[in-house]
Protein backbone atom coordinates (compact mmCIF):
# COMPACT_ATOMS: atom_id res chain seq x y z
CA UNK A 1 0.00 0.00 0.00
CA UNK A 2 1.22 3.83 -0.20
CA UNK A 3 3.26 4.81 3.07
CA UNK A 4 0.59 6.26 5.33
CA UNK A 5 0.18 8.52 8.24
CA UNK A 6 -1.44 6.12 10.99
CA UNK A 7 -4.46 8.63 11.52
CA UNK A 8 -5.91 7.70 8.14
CA UNK A 9 -5.14 3.81 9.19
CA UNK A 10 -6.94 4.11 12.02
CA UNK A 11 -9.93 5.97 10.16
CA UNK A 12 -9.51 3.48 7.59
CA UNK A 13 -9.54 0.39 9.57
CA UNK A 14 -12.19 2.19 12.50
CA UNK A 15 -9.67 1.63 15.04
CA UNK A 16 -9.70 4.51 18.21
CA UNK A 17 -7.67 7.35 17.23
CA UNK A 18 -3.99 6.95 17.60
CA UNK A 19 -2.22 10.05 19.00
CA UNK A 20 1.00 9.40 17.37
CA UNK A 21 2.30 10.94 13.90
CA UNK A 22 4.32 7.78 12.43
CA UNK A 23 4.22 7.12 8.58
CA UNK A 24 3.24 3.22 8.29
CA UNK A 25 4.10 0.99 5.11
CA UNK A 26 4.53 -0.15 2.37
CA UNK A 27 4.03 -4.08 3.85
CA UNK A 28 1.49 -5.36 5.66
CA UNK A 29 2.00 -8.46 6.84
CA UNK A 30 0.83 -11.61 9.21
CA UNK A 31 3.73 -13.60 9.74
CA UNK A 32 6.75 -11.83 11.89
CA UNK A 33 9.20 -13.43 9.36
CA UNK A 34 7.92 -10.98 6.73
CA UNK A 35 7.99 -7.60 8.33
CA UNK A 36 10.03 -4.87 7.08
CA UNK A 37 11.19 -1.31 8.34
CA UNK A 38 7.66 0.32 8.55
CA UNK A 39 5.35 -2.48 8.37
CA UNK A 40 1.86 -2.83 9.50
CA UNK A 41 1.73 -5.91 11.68
CA UNK A 42 -2.01 -7.41 11.13
CA UNK A 43 -2.02 -9.60 14.78
CA UNK A 44 -4.53 -12.68 13.84
CA UNK A 45 -5.63 -15.52 15.69
CA UNK A 46 -5.18 -18.92 14.90
CA UNK A 47 -5.78 -22.08 15.42
CA UNK A 48 -2.65 -23.19 16.98
CA UNK A 49 -0.80 -19.68 17.51
CA UNK A 50 -2.04 -16.10 17.89
CA UNK A 51 -0.76 -13.16 16.46
CA UNK A 52 -0.89 -11.36 19.51
CA UNK A 53 2.12 -13.09 20.85
CA UNK A 54 4.05 -12.33 18.34
CA UNK A 55 4.23 -8.51 18.27
CA UNK A 56 7.36 -7.67 19.91
CA UNK A 57 8.99 -9.55 17.41
CA UNK A 58 7.13 -7.92 14.51
CA UNK A 59 8.37 -4.75 15.78
CA UNK A 60 12.09 -6.17 16.36
CA UNK A 61 12.06 -6.96 12.61
CA UNK A 62 10.96 -3.42 11.62
CA UNK A 63 7.01 -3.60 11.89
CA UNK A 64 6.01 0.66 13.20
CA UNK A 65 2.37 -0.17 14.18
CA UNK A 66 -0.02 -3.06 14.62
CA UNK A 67 -3.88 -3.83 14.28
CA UNK A 68 -5.10 -6.12 17.05
CA UNK A 69 -7.79 -6.18 19.54
CA UNK A 70 -6.01 -6.10 22.63
CA UNK A 71 -2.66 -4.37 23.34
CA UNK A 72 0.62 -5.57 23.94
CA UNK A 73 3.98 -5.97 24.88
CA UNK A 74 5.20 -4.30 21.44
CA UNK A 75 6.10 -0.79 22.23
CA UNK A 76 4.32 0.62 18.46
CA UNK A 77 1.01 2.03 17.87
CA UNK A 78 -2.06 0.02 18.33
CA UNK A 79 -4.93 -0.01 16.33
CA UNK A 80 -7.52 -2.11 18.29
CA UNK A 81 -10.33 -3.16 16.26
CA UNK A 82 -12.93 -5.78 17.19
CA UNK A 83 -11.71 -8.30 15.35
CA UNK A 84 -8.08 -8.26 13.57
CA UNK A 85 -9.78 -10.09 10.08
CA UNK A 86 -12.50 -7.59 9.56
CA UNK A 87 -9.83 -4.76 10.37
CA UNK A 88 -7.70 -6.17 7.80
CA UNK A 89 -10.78 -6.27 5.15
CA UNK A 90 -11.56 -2.71 5.89
CA UNK A 91 -7.99 -1.46 5.28
CA UNK A 92 -7.57 -3.68 2.03
CA UNK A 93 -10.74 -1.89 1.01
CA UNK A 94 -9.82 1.45 1.38
CA UNK A 95 -6.41 0.78 -0.51
CA UNK A 96 -7.83 -0.49 -3.45
CA UNK A 97 -10.55 2.43 -3.74
CA UNK A 98 -7.88 4.35 -3.80
CA UNK A 99 -6.17 3.16 -6.54
CA UNK A 100 -9.11 2.71 -8.74
CA UNK A 101 -10.24 6.14 -8.25
CA UNK A 102 -6.88 7.18 -9.80
CA UNK A 103 -7.57 4.24 -13.18
CA UNK A 104 -5.88 1.13 -11.55
CA UNK A 105 -7.97 -2.34 -12.89
CA UNK A 106 -9.05 -4.97 -11.03
CA UNK A 107 -9.55 -8.69 -12.62
CA UNK A 108 -11.08 -10.79 -9.91
CA UNK A 109 -11.27 -14.74 -11.39
CA UNK A 110 -13.00 -17.96 -10.02
CA UNK A 111 -13.57 -21.29 -11.02
CA UNK A 112 -13.57 -24.85 -9.42
CA UNK A 113 -10.40 -25.83 -11.14
CA UNK A 114 -7.79 -23.88 -12.85
CA UNK A 115 -7.79 -20.90 -11.49
CA UNK A 116 -4.18 -20.37 -9.84
CA UNK A 117 -2.39 -21.48 -13.17
CA UNK A 118 -4.94 -19.02 -14.92
CA UNK A 119 -3.68 -16.67 -12.02
CA UNK A 120 -0.22 -17.17 -13.02
CA UNK A 121 -0.92 -16.67 -16.71
CA UNK A 122 -2.84 -13.71 -16.73
CA UNK A 123 -0.37 -11.23 -14.50
CA UNK A 124 2.45 -12.57 -16.77
CA UNK A 125 0.22 -10.89 -19.45
CA UNK A 126 -0.58 -7.92 -17.70
CA UNK A 127 3.16 -7.33 -16.67
CA UNK A 128 3.45 -6.70 -20.43
CA UNK A 129 0.83 -3.47 -20.15
CA UNK A 130 1.93 -2.29 -16.96
CA UNK A 131 3.07 -3.15 -12.59
CA UNK A 132 0.77 -5.80 -11.85
CA UNK A 133 0.05 -7.41 -8.37
CA UNK A 134 -1.14 -10.73 -8.51
CA UNK A 135 -1.63 -13.60 -5.26
CA UNK A 136 1.14 -15.76 -4.23
CA UNK A 137 -0.01 -19.15 -4.43
CA UNK A 138 -3.70 -19.62 -4.14
CA UNK A 139 -4.13 -16.32 -1.38
CA UNK A 140 -7.82 -16.38 -2.36
CA UNK A 141 -9.59 -16.23 0.61
CA UNK A 142 -11.07 -13.94 3.85
CA UNK A 143 -7.08 -13.60 4.29
CA UNK A 144 -5.24 -14.17 1.19
CA UNK A 145 -7.47 -11.49 -1.03
CA UNK A 146 -7.09 -8.19 1.16
CA UNK A 147 -3.60 -9.39 1.95
CA UNK A 148 -2.68 -9.47 -1.76
CA UNK A 149 -4.92 -6.32 -2.55
CA UNK A 150 -2.53 -4.31 -0.06
CA UNK A 151 0.37 -4.76 -2.18
CA UNK A 152 -0.72 -2.28 -4.49
CA UNK A 153 0.17 1.09 -4.74
CA UNK A 154 0.21 4.34 -6.48
CA UNK A 155 2.37 2.54 -9.41
CA UNK A 156 0.19 -0.31 -9.56
CA UNK A 157 -1.63 -0.42 -13.13
CA UNK A 158 -3.47 -4.35 -12.88
CA UNK A 159 -4.73 -6.11 -9.05
CA UNK A 160 -5.39 -9.89 -10.24
CA UNK A 161 -7.68 -11.33 -7.42
CA UNK A 162 -8.33 -15.15 -6.92
CA UNK A 163 -11.11 -15.62 -5.34
CA UNK A 164 -12.71 -19.16 -3.61
CA UNK A 165 -15.59 -20.11 -1.95
CA UNK A 166 -16.42 -22.45 -0.01
CA UNK A 167 -20.38 -21.38 0.54
CA UNK A 168 -22.58 -19.22 -0.71
CA UNK A 169 -21.81 -15.05 -0.15
CA UNK A 170 -17.72 -16.09 0.45
CA UNK A 171 -17.15 -14.78 -3.27
CA UNK A 172 -19.73 -11.32 -2.48
CA UNK A 173 -17.72 -10.85 0.53
CA UNK A 174 -14.43 -11.23 -1.56
CA UNK A 175 -15.97 -8.68 -3.73
CA UNK A 176 -16.84 -6.10 -1.45
CA UNK A 177 -12.90 -5.99 -0.52
CA UNK A 178 -11.67 -6.01 -4.05
CA UNK A 179 -14.04 -4.82 -6.74
CA UNK A 180 -14.09 -5.89 -10.07
CA UNK A 181 -13.67 -4.17 -13.11
CA UNK A 182 -13.23 -7.41 -14.87
CA UNK A 183 -14.60 -10.91 -13.33
CA UNK A 184 -13.99 -14.36 -14.74
CA UNK A 185 -15.62 -17.44 -14.39
CA UNK A 186 -12.93 -20.50 -15.46
CA UNK A 187 -15.53 -23.39 -15.08
CA UNK A 188 -18.17 -25.36 -12.74
CA UNK A 189 -16.91 -28.24 -11.77
CA UNK A 190 -17.09 -31.28 -8.37
CA UNK A 191 -14.63 -29.60 -6.04
CA UNK A 192 -16.05 -28.68 -2.89
CA UNK A 193 -19.19 -30.89 -4.10
CA UNK A 194 -19.62 -32.46 -0.13
CA UNK A 195 -19.77 -28.33 0.71
CA UNK A 196 -22.38 -27.43 -2.05
CA UNK A 197 -24.16 -30.23 -3.07
CA UNK A 198 -24.27 -30.20 -6.62
CA UNK A 199 -22.96 -27.68 -9.33
CA UNK A 200 -26.17 -26.04 -9.90
CA UNK A 201 -24.88 -24.74 -6.06
CA UNK A 202 -21.86 -24.40 -6.83
CA UNK A 203 -22.85 -22.40 -10.02
CA UNK A 204 -24.66 -20.15 -8.17
CA UNK A 205 -21.82 -19.36 -5.61
CA UNK A 206 -19.20 -18.89 -8.40
CA UNK A 207 -22.04 -16.60 -10.38
CA UNK A 208 -21.69 -14.00 -7.39
CA UNK A 209 -18.72 -12.33 -8.55
CA UNK A 210 -20.52 -11.55 -12.15
CA UNK A 211 -22.90 -10.13 -10.26
CA UNK A 212 -20.58 -7.20 -8.81
CA UNK A 213 -19.60 -5.88 -11.68
CA UNK A 214 -21.13 -2.44 -12.66
CA UNK A 215 -22.53 -1.42 -15.96
CA UNK A 216 -19.01 -0.46 -17.51
CA UNK A 217 -17.41 -4.14 -16.59
CA UNK A 218 -16.58 -6.87 -18.22
CA UNK A 219 -18.01 -10.40 -17.43
CA UNK A 220 -15.83 -13.07 -18.71
CA UNK A 221 -17.37 -16.29 -19.39
CA UNK A 222 -16.36 -19.68 -20.74
CA UNK A 223 -18.78 -20.28 -23.06
CA UNK A 224 -17.72 -24.41 -23.30
CA UNK A 225 -19.72 -24.60 -19.63
CA UNK A 226 -22.74 -24.17 -19.66
CA UNK A 227 -23.28 -23.40 -15.87
CA UNK A 228 -21.01 -20.84 -16.76
CA UNK A 229 -22.29 -19.47 -19.90
CA UNK A 230 -26.07 -18.94 -17.47
CA UNK A 231 -24.17 -16.70 -15.98
CA UNK A 232 -24.63 -14.19 -18.59
CA UNK A 233 -28.11 -13.51 -17.14
CA UNK A 234 -26.76 -12.49 -13.47
CA UNK A 235 -24.58 -9.16 -14.68
CA UNK A 236 -25.20 -5.82 -15.57
CA UNK A 237 -21.81 -5.29 -17.50
CA UNK A 238 -20.89 -6.70 -20.62
CA UNK A 239 -19.42 -10.10 -21.73
CA UNK A 240 -16.78 -11.56 -23.43
CA UNK A 241 -16.54 -14.95 -24.33
CA UNK A 242 -13.54 -17.58 -24.31
CA UNK A 243 -13.65 -21.50 -25.25
CA UNK A 244 -10.37 -24.00 -25.77
CA UNK A 245 -12.09 -24.20 -29.53
CA UNK A 246 -13.98 -22.78 -32.37
CA UNK A 247 -17.27 -24.88 -31.64
CA UNK A 248 -18.63 -22.53 -29.07
CA UNK A 249 -18.36 -19.14 -31.11
CA UNK A 250 -20.42 -16.16 -29.93
CA UNK A 251 -20.33 -14.14 -33.11
CA UNK A 252 -22.46 -11.91 -31.59
CA UNK A 253 -20.15 -11.04 -28.56
CA UNK A 254 -17.99 -7.84 -28.54
CA UNK A 255 -14.61 -9.94 -27.15
CA UNK A 256 -14.64 -13.68 -28.04
CA UNK A 257 -11.25 -15.63 -27.97
CA UNK A 258 -10.86 -19.18 -28.95
CA UNK A 259 -8.34 -21.46 -29.91
CA UNK A 260 -7.16 -23.75 -33.34
CA UNK A 261 -4.47 -25.84 -34.45
CA UNK A 262 -3.95 -27.36 -31.61
CA UNK A 263 -0.71 -29.48 -30.87
CA UNK A 264 1.25 -31.41 -27.87
CA UNK A 265 4.93 -32.34 -27.59
CA UNK A 266 6.28 -35.47 -26.12
CA UNK A 267 5.83 -33.62 -22.55
CA UNK A 268 2.19 -32.49 -23.39
CA UNK A 269 3.31 -28.91 -23.74
CA UNK A 270 0.63 -27.22 -26.16
CA UNK A 271 0.77 -25.09 -29.27
CA UNK A 272 -2.07 -23.62 -30.96
CA UNK A 273 -3.22 -20.56 -32.83
CA UNK A 274 -4.99 -17.77 -30.26
CA UNK A 275 -7.47 -16.32 -32.11
CA UNK A 276 -8.74 -13.01 -30.57
CA UNK A 277 -11.78 -10.91 -32.01
CA UNK A 278 -12.94 -7.70 -30.83
CA UNK A 279 -15.67 -5.92 -32.70
CA UNK A 280 -14.75 -6.16 -36.38
CA UNK A 281 -11.30 -7.01 -35.81
CA UNK A 282 -9.64 -10.29 -35.73
CA UNK A 283 -6.22 -11.16 -35.20
CA UNK A 284 -4.44 -14.54 -35.16
CA UNK A 285 -1.10 -15.54 -33.03
CA UNK A 286 0.94 -18.66 -32.66
CA UNK A 287 1.71 -19.80 -28.91
CA UNK A 288 3.50 -22.07 -27.44
CA UNK A 289 3.31 -23.02 -23.95
CA UNK A 290 5.61 -24.01 -21.41
CA UNK A 291 3.39 -25.23 -19.00
CA UNK A 292 2.05 -28.77 -19.06
CA UNK A 293 -1.63 -30.43 -19.97
CA UNK A 294 -4.47 -29.61 -22.63
CA UNK A 295 -6.18 -27.90 -19.87
CA UNK A 296 -3.77 -24.73 -20.22
CA UNK A 297 -5.17 -24.15 -23.39
CA UNK A 298 -8.56 -23.01 -21.79
CA UNK A 299 -6.05 -21.54 -19.29
CA UNK A 300 -4.56 -19.15 -22.10
CA UNK A 301 -7.87 -18.39 -23.85
CA UNK A 302 -9.57 -17.29 -20.58
CA UNK A 303 -6.46 -15.33 -19.73
CA UNK A 304 -6.56 -13.34 -23.22
CA UNK A 305 -10.21 -12.54 -23.03
CA UNK A 306 -9.78 -11.16 -19.54
CA UNK A 307 -7.14 -9.15 -20.78
CA UNK A 308 -8.86 -7.76 -23.81
CA UNK A 309 -11.52 -6.50 -21.49
CA UNK A 310 -9.10 -4.52 -19.41
CA UNK A 311 -7.40 -3.22 -22.00
CA UNK A 312 -10.93 -2.51 -23.56
CA UNK A 313 -11.57 -0.49 -20.04
CA UNK A 314 -8.75 1.87 -21.23
CA UNK A 315 -6.79 2.75 -24.55
CA UNK A 316 -8.52 -0.56 -26.72
CA UNK A 317 -7.27 -3.54 -27.75
CA UNK A 318 -5.26 -4.00 -31.08
CA UNK A 319 -3.02 -6.69 -33.30
CA UNK A 320 0.05 -5.10 -31.12
CA UNK A 321 -1.44 -5.73 -27.88
CA UNK A 322 -2.53 -9.15 -29.33
CA UNK A 323 0.94 -9.90 -30.40
CA UNK A 324 1.98 -8.87 -27.03
CA UNK A 325 -0.19 -11.39 -24.98
CA UNK A 326 0.67 -14.17 -27.69
CA UNK A 327 4.28 -13.57 -26.61
CA UNK A 328 3.47 -13.41 -23.02
CA UNK A 329 1.75 -16.40 -22.84
CA UNK A 330 4.36 -18.60 -24.76
CA UNK A 331 7.00 -17.27 -22.15
CA UNK A 332 4.34 -17.74 -19.13
CA UNK A 333 5.40 -20.54 -16.51
CA UNK A 334 4.17 -21.75 -13.55
CA UNK A 335 4.55 -19.46 -10.43
CA UNK A 336 3.00 -21.47 -7.85
CA UNK A 337 4.48 -24.75 -6.61
CA UNK A 338 3.11 -28.08 -7.12
CA UNK A 339 1.15 -27.52 -9.89
CA UNK A 340 1.92 -29.76 -12.75
CA UNK A 341 5.64 -29.03 -11.98
CA UNK A 342 7.98 -31.27 -14.02
CA UNK A 343 11.06 -31.85 -12.64
CA UNK A 344 14.03 -34.27 -13.99
CA UNK A 345 16.40 -36.81 -11.69
CA UNK A 346 20.37 -36.77 -13.10
CA UNK A 347 19.50 -40.76 -14.38
CA UNK A 348 16.45 -39.20 -16.31
CA UNK A 349 13.35 -40.19 -14.13
CA UNK A 350 10.76 -37.73 -14.71
CA UNK A 351 8.76 -36.39 -11.56
CA UNK A 352 5.52 -34.44 -11.87
CA UNK A 353 4.60 -32.54 -8.81
CA UNK A 354 0.77 -31.93 -9.08
CA UNK A 355 -0.42 -32.27 -5.22
CA UNK A 356 -1.00 -28.63 -4.21
CA UNK A 357 -4.88 -29.46 -4.73
CA UNK A 358 -6.85 -32.43 -6.15
CA UNK A 359 -10.98 -32.25 -7.35
CA UNK A 360 -12.22 -34.79 -10.16
CA UNK A 361 -11.63 -32.47 -12.78
CA UNK A 362 -8.16 -31.28 -11.59
CA UNK A 363 -7.30 -34.96 -11.32
CA UNK A 364 -8.61 -36.08 -14.99
CA UNK A 365 -6.60 -33.30 -16.39
CA UNK A 366 -3.86 -34.57 -14.82
CA UNK A 367 -4.12 -37.86 -15.71
CA UNK A 368 -5.15 -37.05 -19.31
CA UNK A 369 -2.07 -34.91 -19.67
CA UNK A 370 0.25 -37.64 -18.15
CA UNK A 371 -1.18 -40.06 -20.58
CA UNK A 372 -0.35 -38.41 -23.12
CA UNK A 373 3.33 -38.08 -21.85
CA UNK A 374 3.95 -41.81 -21.22
CA UNK A 375 2.52 -42.57 -24.95
CA UNK A 376 5.33 -40.62 -26.65
CA UNK A 377 7.91 -41.23 -24.78
CA UNK A 378 7.64 -45.37 -24.78
CA UNK A 379 7.63 -44.44 -28.31
CA UNK A 380 10.90 -43.27 -28.04
CA UNK A 381 11.69 -45.58 -24.76
CA UNK A 382 10.00 -49.01 -24.69
CA UNK A 383 11.31 -49.50 -21.42
CA UNK A 384 9.24 -46.23 -20.17
CA UNK A 385 7.47 -47.05 -16.75
CA UNK A 386 4.51 -44.76 -15.96
CA UNK A 387 4.09 -44.71 -11.80
CA UNK A 388 1.19 -42.89 -10.42
CA UNK A 389 1.15 -41.53 -6.47
CA UNK A 390 -2.64 -41.15 -5.95
CA UNK A 391 -4.29 -39.86 -2.87
CA UNK A 392 -7.49 -38.74 -1.59
CA UNK A 393 -9.82 -35.68 -2.93
CA UNK A 394 -11.15 -34.06 -0.07
CA UNK A 395 -14.41 -32.92 0.59
CA UNK A 396 -16.40 -34.53 -2.50
CA UNK A 397 -19.37 -35.57 0.50
CA UNK A 398 -21.52 -38.67 0.05
CA UNK A 399 -19.61 -38.79 -3.56
CA UNK A 400 -15.66 -39.42 -1.96
CA UNK A 401 -15.40 -43.06 -2.51
CA UNK A 402 -16.65 -42.87 -6.12
CA UNK A 403 -15.08 -40.57 -7.51
CA UNK A 404 -12.04 -41.61 -5.87
CA UNK A 405 -12.58 -45.08 -7.15
CA UNK A 406 -12.99 -43.25 -10.42
CA UNK A 407 -9.16 -41.77 -10.04
CA UNK A 408 -7.98 -45.33 -10.13
CA UNK A 409 -9.69 -46.33 -13.02
CA UNK A 410 -8.67 -43.17 -14.94
CA UNK A 411 -5.30 -43.72 -13.52
CA UNK A 412 -5.17 -47.20 -15.58
CA UNK A 413 -6.87 -45.94 -18.09
CA UNK A 414 -4.33 -43.43 -18.76
CA UNK A 415 -1.57 -46.09 -19.12
CA UNK A 416 -0.24 -45.87 -15.66
CA UNK A 417 1.78 -49.53 -15.11
CA UNK A 418 1.65 -48.69 -11.00
CA UNK A 419 -0.37 -47.43 -9.21
CA UNK A 420 0.89 -46.08 -5.59
CA UNK A 421 -2.81 -45.56 -3.41
CA UNK A 422 -2.25 -43.59 -0.30
CA UNK A 423 -4.06 -41.66 2.53
CA UNK A 424 -7.85 -42.51 3.85
CA UNK A 425 -8.90 -43.04 0.24
CA UNK A 426 -6.42 -45.81 -0.76
CA UNK A 427 -8.30 -48.63 -0.93
CA UNK A 428 -11.12 -46.95 -3.04
CA UNK A 429 -8.45 -45.57 -5.32
CA UNK A 430 -6.98 -49.08 -5.22
CA UNK A 431 -10.59 -50.71 -6.06
CA UNK A 432 -10.61 -48.45 -9.01
CA UNK A 433 -7.38 -49.71 -10.17
CA UNK A 434 -7.51 -52.98 -10.46
CA UNK A 435 -10.59 -52.93 -12.11
CA UNK A 436 -8.79 -51.75 -14.81
CA UNK A 437 -5.97 -54.45 -14.94
CA UNK A 438 -3.37 -51.90 -13.09
CA UNK A 439 -0.74 -52.99 -10.58
CA UNK A 440 -1.63 -51.61 -7.30
CA UNK A 441 0.66 -50.65 -3.38
CA UNK A 442 -1.81 -49.42 -1.12
CA UNK A 443 0.59 -48.24 1.88
CA UNK A 444 1.08 -45.03 3.70
CA UNK A 445 3.08 -41.09 2.77
CA UNK A 446 5.77 -41.87 4.58
CA UNK A 447 6.82 -45.51 2.82
CA UNK A 448 5.50 -44.35 -0.36
CA UNK A 449 9.00 -44.21 -2.13
CA UNK A 450 10.15 -47.45 -0.68
CA UNK A 451 7.37 -49.11 -2.03
CA UNK A 452 8.95 -49.83 -4.95
CA UNK A 453 12.17 -49.39 -6.75
CA UNK A 454 12.53 -46.50 -8.72
CA UNK A 455 14.75 -46.70 -12.09
CA UNK A 456 15.69 -44.39 -14.86
CA UNK A 457 12.83 -44.69 -17.17
CA UNK A 458 9.92 -43.39 -14.62
CA UNK A 459 7.79 -41.34 -15.34
CA UNK A 460 6.14 -40.03 -12.29
CA UNK A 461 3.19 -38.45 -10.87
CA UNK A 462 2.39 -37.09 -7.61
CA UNK A 463 -1.13 -36.01 -7.48
CA UNK A 464 -3.81 -35.32 -3.83
CA UNK A 465 -5.70 -32.97 -1.96
CA UNK A 466 -3.42 -30.53 0.07
CA UNK A 467 -3.82 -32.19 3.19
CA UNK A 468 -1.42 -35.41 2.46
CA UNK A 469 1.37 -33.06 1.78
CA UNK A 470 2.31 -35.47 -1.11
CA UNK A 471 5.43 -33.73 -1.92
CA UNK A 472 7.22 -35.10 0.62
CA UNK A 473 7.27 -39.02 -1.82
CA UNK A 474 9.04 -36.19 -4.41
CA UNK A 475 11.24 -35.19 -2.06
CA UNK A 476 11.92 -38.81 -1.03
CA UNK A 477 12.97 -40.36 -4.70
CA UNK A 478 14.93 -37.59 -5.18
CA UNK A 479 17.20 -38.27 -2.31
CA UNK A 480 17.10 -41.99 -3.16
CA UNK A 481 18.36 -41.04 -7.18
CA UNK A 482 21.34 -38.52 -5.08
CA UNK A 483 22.16 -41.48 -2.92
CA UNK A 484 22.45 -44.25 -5.95
CA UNK A 485 24.02 -41.64 -7.71
Known amino acids: MRVLDIATLAQWVEAAPVNDSVQVGPDV ?9 GALFVALPGARVDGHDFTQAAQAAGAVAVIATRSTGAQIPHLIVDDGQA ?20 IALTGSSGKTSTKDMLAQILEAFGPTVAPVGSFNNEIGVPLTACRI ?50 AQAKGEIVEALTVDGWAV ?31 DAEIEVWAESIHADDLDR ?17 VHLKTMGAHQVANAVAATAAVLAALTMN ?73 AVLGDMLELGADSARLNAQAGRHAAQAGFDVIIAVGDEAENIADGARAEGAR ?32 RVGRDVFEEGEAQA
Open 440 to 471: VIVTTVEEAAESIGWTSHDVVLLKASRGLALE
Open 153 to 202: DENTSYLVSEMGARGRGHIAWLTSIVAPDVAMVLNVGTAHLGEFGSRKAI
Open 315 to 387: DGADGQAVTRISEALSDAVSRSAMRMQLRERADGLVLVEDCYNANPDSMTASLTAMGHVLATRRARDPQTRGV
Open 87 to 106: GLSRLARHVVATERDRGMRT
Open 221 to 251: LNAADHLVAEMATRTCGYIAWFSPDADHRRP
Open 270 to 286: HAFTLVARCGESTWRRR
Open 29 to 37: VIDTRQATP
